[in-house]
């Protein structure tokens, strides 16, 4: 799906008047923001699932989501100031208010990790992380509608422009570049989740074979929710 | 709950007030910012949205401070345990420490403020000092309410002084930015504007929204 999406913005979109070839930077740029930002939102959603019902599962959901939003919060910075410096001319604009705001909720993000490592208890760091991800996933709207008031609007109003702004052909191309980045948003957390789960059996088997009885075991250097 | 809040609330003055721990520790910090921001920015006087900025800054840096402090004396001397065994509302614990928090800082500005328009700051401060006093309680209680909620999550940490200012400057940029705003105005030279009243509005907006959070998630911070 996200080849597909490639060929088309490659292959089919026409090029922008103003900005040319590097306008198709646009494809993947937002609808990685998009998705970023609407998994950092779903990991608050797991994370009040996992409050009210204390199941380990949805600490993990929550963890894994997180997790691939990070990441792609990454992408979305580096492409951004790739495509601000191309047609801005600038890599970095103060005056942009999706770039300021991902930029402060990346920054609030990457402190899950420290906050998780820093708690010993499992059940307790589960429970934090969750709390911060409730407050987190509820910060995120509110700091984007309180930087967008602070500046003017330089930057392309995604909504705006895929209901009105955009020629029908950029129009097709970026809905299947948003679903690609979806799926692959999907899949990732998909395989992550999966490679958690071997990795828990791994290490129980691991530990009847030695015929350890120690039920704790060593967990190695990591934060991630135990099943 | 009511005397629940006001035992809790008591309890935190009496001991502010015996130990002196964290106010004074937090205006020597603000005066001492004012000085690194002197030499920093190589400016006697300062107007307009630099003042503002400054101001903002140093108060929110000592905030930072305070919150760090904030549930220090519960998590050492186990005041944790005997409020869980007290048969009262959780949410009171949350109620007092953002008041006391707000109380600190009103304290702290009491001094802060009166010395950074004595050191920094060009325009006279007459001009303009209720509608920064409106500013200076929306804000308080933004940093109180968030302040709260992080000091309450970091406190189970290794790295508390880590985790305190990492959670806390990012969920207090939207304050930031609508105080700092409000006040750019107000310490203009040559008279102070009016103020702007959709930043207020967001701030206490702001503040409203993120005292339901804290109100929604803080009971699961205390079980155990």
């Known amino acids: 799906m996200l080849t597909g999406a490639f060929a088309l913005v490659f292959f089919y979109a026409p090029l922008d008047a103003d ?3 590097v306008q198709k930077i646009f494809y993947v740029h937002v609808p990685m923001a998009i998705v970023a930002l609407c998994g950092f939102v779903a990991g608050g959603v797991f994370a009040v699932m996992h409050l009210r019902t204390r199941e ?6 929550s963890y ?6 990070v990441i792609l919060a990454v992408g979305v910075l ?7 410096r191309a047609s801005w001319g600038h890599w970095w604009i103060w005056d942009e208010p999706m770039l300021v705001s991902f930029l402060i909720v990346f920054l609030l993000y990457a402190t899950y990790w420290p906050l998780r490592f820093s708690i010993e208890d499992k059940e307790k760091q589960s429970r934090y992380a969750s709390v911060f991800a409730v407050v987190a996933g509820a910060f995120v709207p509110l700091n984007f509608t309180a930087v967008k008031m602070a500046q003017s609007f330089v930057h392309p109003e995604t909504l705006a422009t895929t209901t009105g702004g955009l020629p029908p052909k950029m129009a097709l191309t970026f809905v299947v570049a948003l679903a690609g980045m979806t799926l692959l948003f999907v899949t990732l957390i998909k395989y992550e989740m999966a490679s958690k789960h071997a990795t828990f059996r791994l290490r129980a088997l691991r530990r009847r074979l030695a015929g350890d009885d120690d039920e704790l075991g060593f967990a190695g250097r990591s934060a991630a929710p135990q099943l | 709950m009511r005397t629940t809040v006001a035992a809790l609330l008591s309890k935190e003055l009496t001991l502010e007030w015996r130990t002196r721990e964290s106010v004074p520790a937090m205006v020597l910090f603000s005066i001492a910012t004012y000085v690194v921001f002197h030499f920093g920015l190589d400016r006697d006087r300062i107007a307009g949205d630099l003042a503002s900025g400054v101001l903002w800054v140093t108060l929110l840096f000592a905030a930072i401070l305070g919150v760090n402090r904030l549930f220090v004396a519960e998590y050492e001397q186990g005041g944790f345990d005997g409020f869980l065994l007290a048969p009262v509302d959780r949410t009171a614990l949350l109620v007092a420490k953002a008041v006391a928090l707000f109380l600190f800082l009103c304290l702290v500005e009491l ?16 001009q303009a000092l209720p509608q920064l006093v409106l500013v200076l309680v929306l804000a308080n209680a933004g940093i109180a309410v968030v302040g709260t909620l992080v000091a309450g999550l970091a406190i189970q940490t290794r790295a508390r002084d880590l985790i305190v200012p990492l959670l806390a400057l990012p969920l207090l940029v939207p304050v930031l930015l609508a ?3 409000c006040a750019t105005p107000l310490l203009q030279d040559g008279g102070a504007g009016p103020l702007p009243g959709d930043w207020l509005a967001v701030a206490a907006i702001y503040d409203l929204l993120f005292a339901l959070i804290a109100y929604a998630v803080f009971d699961f911070l205390l079980e155990d």
């Open chain 1, 56 to 61: 380990s599962k949805w600490d993990m959901r």
């Open chain 2, 179 to 181: 105080s700092a705003r």
């Open chain 1, 78 to 84: 580096v492409t951004g100031s790739i495509w601000a």
């Open chain 2, 111 to 126: 001094v802060a403020v009166p010395a950074f328009a004595l050191l920094l700051l060009g325009p006279p401060l007459t």
């Open chain 1, 64 to 69: 894994v989501t997180i997790h691939i939003s």
């Open chain 1, 19 to 21: 900005q040319g070839f």
